[in-house]
């Protein structure tokens, strides 16, 4: 596949499969080696062809990087050793007293890099209800460099509007990151909506199988790209050949996976929905849910994620998440098996006493692709459990 068919002329599920997946030149291999050399040689000093030295550029981290860029619309992709460094990598664009304004819920380890790392080195960060333009309008602090958010974010799955947001950014010159982990390029392209940077836990639904931990990261602005760039080779954060394999083979089946994610996760809310058991369900395509309006704008479908809160509390929302068979009780999310878990005590314990807490009755679900009437059984009699 020609580079400019990369990003225009073949639909979505097209492109994961071929983008940056051309046939090995010299034996014909369909597949994608995984290139394990650390160092390339030279025709002369200078003279190489295009990989020197294996931490800089990697012919397997290439294909993912050209398949997931592809994927995001957009013109450079870079891969990263995990979610997080992708997050440390982008915020190491910013300049020591700009401000990072974050969406008020999100990833606890999100904030804890923002938080705890990156604020003691003096870049000052605030909590935002990004729901709330006209209150973004009103209260912008001068210093802000970047606005940070996730839609649908981890783990209350509120929708913000990427374009209304990133036109107020842009008015005031800030950068906008998107964290896509949760919606994937499949349901969700930030950059097409004027976003600036789009970031992924390639752990999540890009691997979709729970074996390999990446991160990944788009951009259109080719100074932006070259800047980003730069640091990924200088802080060396980069993710061995064999992991780019893993993603790059998992994101081939993106579209049919999150098709199967999105209707088992509908099943599911059918389920919850007037339960007596609970308070309240989480999921986008719920009229009532914060920022319904901006998910049916921008997003494909719903997603894979549901939440729900426990009306009788956080004792009974812990043995929820304990009952389930199918369901295995576990950090993390966007995989084939369905996962429970309880967000307060576990993924996002590091954001206890501060604006991004979580509600302690809370329980996210990620919806594998197994049978719905399975899954729908299985947290049926845990709800029973109560
Ligand atoms: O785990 P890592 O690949 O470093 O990615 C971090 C990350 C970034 N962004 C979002 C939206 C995430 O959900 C995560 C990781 N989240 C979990 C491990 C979890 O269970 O929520």
Redesign the pocket.
Known sequence: MGEEEQTTSYSFSTRAIHAGQDPEPTTGAVVTPISLSTTFAQDGVGGHKGFEYSRSGNPTRTALETQVASLEEAAHGLAFA??????DNILRLLRPGQRILLGND?????FRLIAKVWSPLGFPWSAVDLTDLDALRADWPDDVGMVWL?TP???LLTCFDIEAITAIAHEREAIVVV?N??ATPYLQQPLTLGADIV??????YLGGHSDV???FVAVNDNELADRLRFTQNAAGAIPAPFDCYMVLRGVKTLAVRMERHCQNARAIVDLLVGHPAIERVLYPQLPDHPGHAAAAKQMRDFGGMVSFTVAAGQEAAMTVADSSEIFTL?????AVES?I?H?GA???ASAAGSPLEVPDNLV?L?VGIEDAADLVADIEQALDRI
Do not use: C, I, Q, W
């Open positions: 995990s979610g997080l460094a992708a997050e999100a990833y606890g380890g999100t996730e974010t981890n783990p964290d982990t949760f970031v992924h836990s390639a752990t999540k931990v990446g991160g576990a950090e993390s999310l966007g996962l878990e967000p576990m993924t996002h996210r990620s």
